[in-house]
């Protein structure tokens, strides 16, 4: 179980409120996660997994209900992503200062991942593997 700590921003893109967090995580390690409409889980989480190393996780769920339940336009689409990507790009880059300082951080926003979650949410194509 995580428990907030410190809110480092709050913001709205689209129709989904998104709230930064430092937590503090089970074993009294510290980490960042992402929140949206108030869920109690985090659709991102940034937490330290090996020696001086931090890595994130997406909560597919929440990614996918987002995707599922957008009514905007592929143009509109466009603009929240990249909106999105700048805010999580400044998130990540708060934390690698100020919380994760001896780590080495993997960046969502310079991973692989970004492009096959930039794709689904602009399509809107979420197949029925996923």
């Not at 179980?1 to 480092?8: D, E, F, S």
């Not at 009514?71 to 700048?86: I, N």
């Not at 999580?88 to 990540?92: A, I, N, P």
């Not at 690698?96 to 692989?112: A, C, D, G, P």
């Given at each position: 179980?995580?428990?907030?700590?410190?809110?480092?921003e709050n913001l709205q893109i689209g129709t989904v409120h998104f709230s930064a967090f430092v937590v503090n995580l089970d074993g009294g390690n510290t980490g960042f996660a992402l929140f949206i409409n108030q869920e109690n889980d985090p659709i991102f989480i940034f937490r330290k997994e090996k020696k001086n190393e931090v890595s994130f996780h997406v909560n597919e769920d929440q990614f996918f209900w987002i995707v599922k339940n957008s009514?905007?336009?592929?143009?509109?689409?466009?603009?929240?992503?990249?909106?999105?990507?700048?805010f999580?790009?400044?998130?990540?880059e708060k934390v690698?200062?100020?919380?994760?300082?001896?780590?080495?951080?993997?960046?969502?926003?310079?991973?692989?991942d970004i492009v096959r979650y930039k794709y689904l949410y602009l399509t809107g194509e979420i197949s029925s593997e996923e």
């Open positions: 179980m995580l428990h907030k700590l410190i809110c480092l009514q905007f336009t592929p143009g509109e689409r466009q603009s929240f992503f990249a909106e999105f990507v700048e999580l790009r400044l998130m990540e690698s200062n100020y919380v994760f300082k001896r780590e080495k951080l993997i960046r969502f926003t310079n991973s692989r």
